[in-house]
């Protein structure tokens, strides 16, 4: 895939396993796949946490209207420094 929308609240395994698991194998991948971690969550621990995954691109909280995350997604990537809330 060339991007991957990862909720951090999934059920069976959350979105910090699945990065844990994905930080291991990341490097033999044949291109780089642009993860973006969505969550509803208003917890500063969460972006705080989520910054320590320097491969992660952004983190956006919910809602994210679908329009506005396309023209988001088309721009320039956006450096990671703060965390995205599109509407």
């Keep these: 895939p060339d991007l991957i ?3 951090i609240g999934m059920p069976g395994m959350d979105g910090w396993e699945f990065l844990d698991h994905y930080r291991n194998f990341r490097k033999a991948l044949p291109k780089k796949i642009k993860i973006y971690m969505c969550t ?4 500063d621990n969460d972006d705080e946490k ?3 995954y320097d491969f992660l691109d952004s983190y956006l909280v919910k809602p994210i209207h679908k329009h506005t995350f396309s023209k988001y997604y088309h721009k320039k990537q ?3 420094g703060a965390a995205v809330s599109v509407l």
Excluded: K, T
């Design 5 to 7: 929308l990862l909720d």
């Design 40 to 43: 509803s969550s208003v917890n």
């Design 50 to 52: 989520a910054r320590q």
């Design 78 to 80: 956006q450096p990671y």
